[in-house]
């Protein structure tokens, strides 16, 4: 970077597009230069997962930030870019013109102002081990749902209720869990899930978290069924708080017990994936910080997606999520080791249930990798695929919906280097 820093601290912050086409989300952020004119950062290396969605041409902002101590960083200037012209300038042509970016930084008059140049000395895309590597290798991806069954959604009988039940309509809660379930239980040779209601009242008893069930129920239809007939048992009743601890604590056990199978066999490889449906704020913040920040510490194979359902002001949730790159920090200091949570407002994507479970389920893979690379365990052999008979072989009905495949296709994850 030339001709923009004055004793400056520089970092730079990578963005990607949201799918809204309008907003960004932070993904990555790197070293700070201190005290630099002409700043020349250190190699990264940075999952295309995590950088683009695996979308080599979606659109990324790269910020450059000058760093101060009281956390009132001062906007540099900024590019917008792709993967692909990131690779294409870091090719390592002579020509200094051809390896660069414009820097420009809006004034406060609102103009667009040149404010130096962003060179690529570097850029490639490498492939790394996949998730697809562990799953051929027969890792298990267990599912728990998980369901928020507090007031504040409204009583099913009332046409504004989230848990409205309507023949002819499913409600958000309901289509989340179809798809998601059809979407993991592909990934489980079982098809057995967990599903735990929270926040409800059983003849007047106050249920912190129960199973809708009392046994696992097989797939997505198993889940929804599920989900269903819990308005049916007898003194059911809506009712608070919104507390997730009990939720996490029973996930986080689940968890432990697969990690305790595969020190005991290695090969019989497993991770855990939570579910949480929501509509509002969580009343135990503290306690849930807490506890993730202990599941990444005993290193629990366990990822934890929360869908926020309705219109309730979700800004909270944030504080979970650690795609901002602040890991989470629990009431006595302790660190997580790794970003586990993934938050995403179902009226972000208009309704859609099949970009919410794209959206909720993208970060999977890179925390599946990032547990099993700081455990030790590599992937497998993979499994050799069974032979069928021609009476054995048969097609999928075309239901109209798009099929989403965690962790994308092919048997290769890339990462791109800088």
Not at 352 to 371: F, G, K, N, V, W
Request: aromatic fraction near 8%.
């Amino acid at each position: 970077m030339d001709g923009v820093f004055s004793k400056s601290d520089p970092f730079y912050v990578i963005k990607r597009m949201n799918p809204d086409g309008t907003t960004w989300n932070t993904v990555h952020k790197s070293s700070i230069i201190r005290n630099n004119l002409n700043p020349q950062w250190p190699p990264d290396t940075i999952s295309l997962q995590t950088l683009c969605n695996g979308d080599v041409n979606r659109k990324l902002q790269i910020q450059l930030v000058d760093w101060d101590r009281d956390g009132s960083h001062d906007d540099m200037g900024c590019i917008e870019t792709t993967v692909a012209e990131l690779v294409d300038k870091g090719r390592g042509s002579s020509s200094s013109s051809s390896s660069s970016f414009q820097v420009t930084r809006t004034t406060r008059r609102g103009k667009s102002k040149k404010a130096g140049t962003l060179t690529v000395r570097h850029a490639r895309i490498v492939n790394q081990t996949t998730m697809l590597d562990y799953i051929t290798g027969g890792c298990q991806l267990s599912l728990m749902v998980a369901v928020d069954f507090t007031l504040s959604n409204g009583r099913p009988s009332n046409s504004m209720s989230l848990h409205r039940q309507d023949p002819t309509k499913w409600n958000d809660y309901q289509r989340a869990i179809s798809k998601i379930g059809v979407i993991l239980q592909e990934y489980d040779t079982d098809k057995l899930f967990p599903i735990w209601g929270f926040g409800a009242k059983i003849n007047s008893v106050a249920q912190p978290c129960f199973p809708l069930m009392q046994h696992e129920v097989y797939g997505a239809q198993g889940l929804l069924d599920a989900y269903n007939q819990t308005f049916s048992i007898p003194g059911f009743d809506l009712s608070g708080p919104t507390n997730f601890s009990p939720v996490l604590k029973e996930a986080y056990g689940r968890a432990m017990r697969a990690k305790q199978r595969m020190l005991v066999d290695p090969s019989k490889q497993e991770y855990c994936v939570l579910v949480i449906l929501t509509d509002g704020v969580i009343t135990d913040m503290a306690k849930t910080i807490d506890i993730i920040c202990h599941t990444t510490q005993t290193d629990a194979p366990l990822s934890i997606v929360i869908v926020g359902v309705g219109k309730a002001d979700f800004a909270d949730m944030d504080k979970l999520d650690g795609d901002g790159g602040q890991r989470l920090r629990g009431s006595k200091g302790q660190m997580a080791k790794r970003d586990i949570v993934q938050f995403v407002p179902f009226r972000k994507f208009g309704g859609s249930a099949e970009r919410l479970a794209a959206e909720t389920l993208c970060e999977i893979p890179d925390q599946l990798l990032e547990y099993f690379k700081q455990v030790g365990i590599p992937p497998n052999p993979p499994i050799p695929a069974p032979e069928f008979t021609d009476e054995e072989i048969f097609l999928d009905p075309d239901d109209g919906e798009e099929d989403i495949v965690v962790g994308g296709g092919g048997g290769t994850e890339q990462e791109i280097q800088l």
